[in-house]
């Protein structure tokens, strides 16, 4: 019989499901190989191994097992770290962890992790813990997953002639072309935004700004919904689909007077 190896990652819950009558199947985003499914043996019972650990964005140090490097780990404990209360008394807050997540999910396949975008998830949980402003916090979360996983869209320049962002009279923002364009060559482009000079500089400030600092930038009503718009269609262009959590999010914040 092939023994098992024995692993030990920091890791974050992306998302689970039970399975037979007391485990789950879990999907972790891990410090050191990146996407990771395993199963959990009894985690729906066991009050020791896994209590409180096995929930979406909990962030945990986990031990487990596997032959190979294909088929399911075995989680064989989970010890956690963070399971972010304050996010979970808040539901505006606990919608926008769970868009963190699941953009980290579909941005993401197993076993091949990518540079930065752990501590990413690690530092804008802890900005939402910490009461910054929600909705600011996940456009720039966006922003940086999106520069992370090789997508960083043309926020200074357009990207067809090159014309620079403060000689642009009306920008439009173009999710098949990766970028804003000016007036004279959006003409073409049928799945374009208009957006005000504004909030693109907005965004590409918050882009460069120490994490620590974000807090500082507040976005105008128009600005949040510009962005969120504009973000939403590249995100949708780039994955061929809208996010679950993304549409329910957009949807309680348009409810709201």
Do not use: W
């Not at 019989?1 to 999907?27: E, Q």
């Not at 910490?130 to 996940?138: A, C, P, Q, V, Y």
């Amino acid at each position: 019989m092939t023994k098992r190896a024995i692993y030990k990652a920091s890791a974050f819950v992306l998302r689970f499901i039970d399975y037979g009558d007391s485990d789950r199947i879990v999907t972790f985003y891990t410090d050191k190989s990146g996407k990771l499914k395993g199963i959990a043996k009894g985690a729906r019972r066991s009050k020791r191994r896994f209590l409180n650990a096995i929930e979406p964005f909990c962030h945990s140090t986990i031990l487990y097992s596997r032959r190979s490097k294909e088929g399911l780990a075995l989680i064989e404990n989970c010890d956690v770290i963070n399971h972010y209360p304050g996010i979970r008394e808040n539901l505006e807050g606990t919608m926008v962890a769970s868009c963190f997540i699941e953009l980290i999910d579909q941005f993401t396949i197993e076993g091949r992790r990518v540079p930065g975008l752990f501590k990413l998830l690690e530092n804008f949980l802890g900005l939402i813990e910490r009461g910054n402003n929600i909705e600011e916090t996940l456009r720039f979360f966006e922003l940086r997953l999106l520069k992370i996983a090789g997508y960083e869209p043309v926020l200074e320049r357009c990207v067809k002639c090159g014309k620079p962002l403060d000689e642009m009279e009306s920008p439009f923002f173009c999710p098949s072309d990766g970028g804003i364009k000016c007036s004279d060559c959006e003409r073409d482009n049928f799945d374009s935004l208009p957006v005000s000079a504004g909030t693109l500089k907005m965004l590409s400030m918050g882009n460069k700004m120490d994490t620590d600092r974000i807090h500082r930038l507040v976005l105008s009503k128009r600005a949040l919904k510009e962005s969120g718009d504009i973000l939403r269609l590249f995100i949708r262009h780039i994955l061929g689909k809208e996010l679950k959590s993304l549409q329910v999010f957009n949807q309680i914040k348009n409810m709201q007077p």
